[in-house]
């Protein structure tokens, strides 16, 4: 950040440095970005409010960071706008940045929620009963909270708190549940899903934290206008399926052939969800609508390209196919330039040979990060 002082000499050798031949210092991202500026001193104020209300030393801490002076770091966390206001808890990044309203009194509020309790103590083994099931479960059962294998839960509850709910019996009330010990449990979403065990070492945060994540976190998730800034911004392409929200069926059917045929994808890959109804607008651009569903659909942030029938989820390797047609630039070339010549396309000559000039233009890319919010650092996406 600029001094006041710097901030005018800034100003005077922009405004005479020429006739001495003299040139302004590059502006560090602070001074150049006119909502990083509006930040700073809500920013400021929150950190005293948080000061004030967690007195403890270290409990709450507030940094900036340069990202000028210091690439790396902003490199590491994947900075790509300013600015971004990212939440750490022991020294881990979490996924979720703050989104919320830039005022002193959202980011003191969103801080007092942060400081909550993830885990709720359960009272007796009745409550086990009146969990919700419609949300993913992970229950803990320990002979007394004050324990390292307890600690170890605390940590990967408050990490994973937004994705799974968490419960924990302490004592006599867990007596019946530790036969074998302090243990934990995940009660998959839906009736009548069978438990599934932790077996590795509870003092390993690790392990815990791996096991937890991948319980918590779906390989398909749902994307919705809440989330999807923050999905968009995870920088990879979106795999869709568009569903009526009653049609649970073609969604298991989806899920089942993502985990079998794209599971090593996962990186390079987005697995996502959609309410056809919410989407109508994507469903416009490829030509869709509702009555259409269950529609599978890739949106690369340029262009948007259609799965050819959604039972031919049926034919084995077919869904893998469409996707590393994607990583190949196939989908994109013969939009361009029609299929390859080692491919046979019916109805190409009904067409007159006439070929797309350009494929659907992406929707989901609109989901991302706003100019009038950030001052966006990489605007380009590249596309095979």
């Not at 007596?175 to 590795?200: H, Q, T, W």
Request: proline share 6%; with cysteine; glycine share 4%.
């Amino acid at each position: 950040m600029l001094s006041n002082g710097s901030k005018i000499l800034f100003n005077l050798l922009t405004k005479y440095g020429n006739r001495f031949g003299l040139t302004p210092p590059p502006l560090p991202p602070f001074y150049r970005c006119r909502f990083s500026q509006m930040l700073h001193p809500i920013f400021e104020e929150s950190s005293n409010i948080a000061r004030e209300e967690f007195p403890e030393t270290k409990q709450v801490v507030f940094a900036r960071v340069d990202c000028d002076q210091h690439s790396d770091i902003a490199q590491r966390y994947r900075i790509t706008k300013y600015p971004t206001l990212k939440l750490f808890r022991n020294g881990m990044m979490m996924k979720r940045e703050y989104r919320g309203q830039r005022s002193v009194a959202a980011i003191a509020d969103f801080i007092r929620q942060q400081q909550v309790d993830p885990v709720k103590e359960i009272h007796s083994m009745e409550e086990v009963n009146t969990l919700d099931r419609s949300k993913r479960n992970i229950i803990a059962y320990f002979e007394n909270r004050d324990s390292d294998n307890y600690h170890t839960f605390e940590k990967v509850a408050n990490i994973l708190r937004d994705d799974c709910t968490f419960t924990a019996a302490f004592g006599a009330v867990s007596e019946a549940e530790r036969f074998s010990g302090d243990n934990i449990i995940y009660k998959p979403v839906g009736e009548g899903v069978p438990d599934m065990v932790y077996l590795g070492s509870l003092t390993n945060f690790d392990l815990t934290y791996a096991w937890a994540q991948d319980k918590c976190v779906p390989l398909v998730r749902e994307i919705t206008f809440e989330n999807g800034e923050e999905l968009t911004e995870e920088g990879i392409p979106f795999l869709i399926l568009f569903h009526v929200k009653e049609d649970t069926a073609s969604l298991e059917k989806f899920q089942h052939e993502v985990a079998r045929q794209l599971i090593s994808e996962k990186g390079s890959i987005n697995f996502l969800h959609a309410d056809c109804e919410k989407f109508r607008h994507p469903l416009l651009h490829i030509q869709k609508t509702p009555a259409d569903c269950p529609v599978i659909a890739i949106d690369s942030f340029r262009h948007m390209y259609v799965f050819p029938d959604f039972k031919d989820l049926n034919i084995p390797g077919k869904l893998r196919q469409f996707v590393l047609d994607l990583h190949s630039g196939k989908l994109h070339r013969e939009f361009h330039h029609g299929p390859d010549p080692t491919d046979s396309t019916p109805g190409q000559e009904e067409m007159g040979g006439e070929v797309a000039s350009s494929p659907p233009e992406s929707s989901f890319q609109k989901l991302a990060p706003s100019e009038t919010r950030y001052t966006i650092l990489t605007r380009d996406r590249d596309e095979l």
